[in-house]
């Protein structure tokens, strides 16, 4: 156990909805990162967060959103919802930079 | 992009020893060698990390050669649980510390 948890685990939604994944980091982490993780691929960076505010930018599609709150657990926010956005989104904190990531196991997202 | 070079498959026999390869040739000097691994659709599990000298822990041997231009993870007896995707990562720590993924390398532990 990582002790970063994602919830929900399973989510399965229509296009063009609108969903929210959440993360919870391990305790005391300040970073939190988000990856995807589509078949074809492979795990894509997607943001990073430090102690609530935005740390980097990876290939994140504008109909995406996150945040960190006060708390530092963070929140992926996905709209107008294609069916290419099927994948695994993968949460990840670190306590400091440039040490390890710990990752969740995930939530994965279907759009039919 | 990824900064790492690994063979898309290898074989290992449980028990012996799994020597995984990886090289990262434009590798910077402030820059730190990362393994992660991958077991089906599971989180990333975190194994080793170094910048330039070898590393040990209770998963793995990290090798790095002297130019740093490359290095190999050891799992020094592996069992069939060790059947992964093994990621090797230049870890970028200018402005963010963020971790980029490559293809990994498909570690299959056979009986």
């Known amino acids: 156990d990582s002790g970063v948890t994602q919830t929900p685990k399973h989510l399965i939604t229509a296009t063009g909805q609108r969903v929210t994944l959440r993360c919870s980091p391990r305790?005391?982490?300040?970073?939190v990162y988000w990856y995807q993780q589509s078949l074809d691929q492979g795990l894509q960076f997607l943001i990073q967060?430090?102690?609530?505010?935005?740390?980097a930018k990876g290939n994140i599609l504008e109909r995406f959103s996150a945040q960190q709150f006060p708390d530092l657990h963070s929140e992926l926010n996905l709209s107008s919802l294609e069916l290419g956005d099927s994948a695994l989104y993968f949460c990840?904190?670190?306590?400091?930079?440039?040490?390890?990531?710990?990752f969740g196991n995930g939530t994965r997202l279907t759009v039919t | 992009d990824a900064k790492t070079t690994q063979p898309p498959s290898m074989d290992c026999a449980e028990g012996r020893a799994a020597n995984l390869p990886c090289n990262h040739s434009?590798?910077?000097?402030?820059?730190?060698v990362y393994w992660y691994r991958q077991i089906h659709s599971q989180g990333p599990q975190y194994i080793i990390h170094?910048?330039?000298n070898n590393e040990t822990n209770e998963m793995a041997s990290l090798i790095i050669t002297e130019d740093r231009k490359s290095s190999t993870l050891i799992l020094p007896h592996a069992t069939l649980r060790d059947t992964a995707v093994y990621y090797c990562?230049?870890?970028?720590?200018?402005?963010?510390?963020?971790?980029?993924f490559g293809t990994g390398t498909r570690l299959q532990v056979f009986p």
């Open positions: 990840a904190s670190s306590p400091r930079y440039n040490s390890p990531l710990h």
């Open positions: 305790s005391g982490d300040l970073s």
């Open positions: 967060y430090y102690n609530g505010e935005e740390r």
């Open positions: 434009t590798i910077s000097g402030n820059e730190y």
């Open positions: 170094g910048l330039k």
């Open positions: 990562i230049v870890r970028v720590v200018v402005g963010t510390d963020k971790l980029i």
